[in-house]
Structures are given as structure tokens and as C-alpha cells.
């Protein structure tokens, strides 16, 4: 479909774009490197474009994963305040916790496959109303929107994929909420080591 193919590029593009250095460059001037880059997105190789080539290897972004690409890209032009780190913690602690409910029974890890959910997804978009509901109330406009968005795709057929789960979620998108929230787990227990620590050490006269 045609949809895919310029997600395909918008993705390329917002990646390449956050991933290069600004230059200082001003609102304007960023947003014209973010046409630049889509614009390249479209050169040639090997008779594929760059990002239908890239697509080849990488797959396709689930539309939450562009959301959250297009709020960073809108974050580094300075369109919208960065998000507090409790309500991004919130964020990758949901995806984490989707992509740990699919991919490892997905690649043959237990005799129940979480992703032919997807083909009649009732249930299961009713689970993520409620997920994305609960980060609404928290104040977590972004996790709201990322789950609507896709909810909203999959129910207009945005991408060629009949599965829920290919809107909601990704490989990439899992495997770095799963590293965060690891670290973030990490940085817990290594403060609250140091903190017990700190509170045996003689008070100094």
C-alpha cells in the first residue's frame, strides 16, 4: 500500500534526523533539514529507493513508534516541550511490558501465540482503551495518543497488515522500552544500595 511506503520514509527520515547533529540550527532551519533528509529517503539503490531498501532488512514501524518519532522530532525543533521522565517511564514501561507479552511467545517460547489476537482484536483493543485511558488520567497525553493513533490506523486499514499488533508495536520500539526500563530498574537499585550505605557510615565529628 502506498501508506506503507511513505511510512517507510517518514520513519527513515525522523530516524536519520534524530540521529544527526543539529548544528544549532534554528526551528526553521531544522525543519528543513527534516524535508532534506525525507526527501533522500527516496535516492535510488539498487533499483530500490533508500528507505524501501532499508524496509528490505528493518521491516515496518508500528504507528506508535512514529508517534513517538514525530513528538522527538518535534521535541529537537522545539515545537514541544520536552515530557517530565516519569510519564516517558510510564511509556516504555508499556511497551516493554507488550513487547514481552508478544515477541518471546511469538519466536516459539510457549505453546500460546499472543499475535493471531490480532486478526480479530476485540478483546485486546479494549485492554489497550483501557491502558491508554489509565495513562490519560496520569497525565500522560503522549502514551495516550500513541495507543489511540494506533487503535485509530488499524480501524482505518492505514497500513496492508490485517494484525492489530503490527500497528501497536514493533521489535525496535520493545527491545529499547525493554533496555530503559532495565536501566532505569538498575539506577534504582544502585541509588537505593548507595543510599543504605551511606546511612551505615559514621557521622563525623
Known amino acids: 500500500m502506498m501508506a506503507d511506503l511513505w511510512l517507510s520514509h517518514l520513519t527513515l527520515a525522523l530516524l536519520a534526523f534524530l540521529l544527526t547533529p543539529?548544528?544549532?540550527?534554528?526551528?526553521?532551519?531544522?525543519?528543513?533539514?527534516?524535508?532534506?533528509?525525507?526527501?533522500?529517503?527516496?535516492?535510488?539503490?539498487?533499483?530500490l529507493s533508500l528507505a524501501?531498501?532499508?524496509?528490505?532488512?528493518?521491516?515496518?514501524?508500528?504507528?506508535?513508534?512514529?508517534?513517538?518519532?514525530?513528538y522527538l522530532a518535534g521535541v529537537r525543533v522545539g515545537l514541544v516541550p520536552c515530557m517530565e521522565r516519569a510519564r516517558s517511564?510510564?511509556?516504555v514501561v508499556v511497551m516493554a511490558a507488550l513487547g514481552l507479552f508478544l515477541y518471546p511467545a511469538t519466536l516459539?517460547?510457549?505453546?500460546?501465540?499472543?499475535?493471531?489476537?490480532?486478526?480479530?482484536?476485540?478483546?485486546?483493543?479494549?485492554?489497550i482503551g483501557v491502558i491508554a485511558f489509565a495513562l490519560l488520567a496520569l497525565g500522560n497525553r503522549l502514551g495516550a495518543c500513541m495507543l489511540g493513533l494506533a487503535t485509530l490506523a488499524f480501524s482505518l486499514g492505514f497500513k496492508s497488515s490485517p494484525n492489530y499488533w503490527d500497528y501497536l508495536i514493533d521489535?525496535?520500539?520493545?527491545?529499547?522500552?525493554?533496555?530503559?526500563?532495565?536501566?532505569?530498574?538498575?539506577?534504582?537499585?544502585?541509588t537505593g544500595k548507595s543510599a543504605k550505605r551511606d546511612t551505615r557510615l559514621p557521622a563525623q565529628a
Open 22 to 47: 543539529g548544528f544549532g540550527l534554528g526551528a526553521v532551519w531544522q525543519a528543513v533539514r527534516l524535508m532534506v533528509l525525507l526527501a533522500l529517503s527516496f535516492v535510488p539503490i539498487e533499483g
Open 52 to 70: 524501501a531498501y532499508t524496509h528490505s532488512f528493518t521491516g515496518d514501524a508500528a504507528i506508535t513508534s512514529l508517534v513517538a518519532l514525530l
Open 89 to 91: 517511564i510510564q511509556i
Open 108 to 127: 516459539g517460547l510457549s505453546y500460546f501465540d499472543p499475535y493471531r489476537l490480532g486478526y480479530q482484536p476485540r478483546h485486546l483493543i479494549l485492554f
Open 171 to 190: 521489535p525496535f520500539i520493545a527491545l529499547y522500552s525493554c533496555v530503559a526500563v532495565t536501566g532505569y530498574l538498575v539506577r534504582m537499585a544502585w
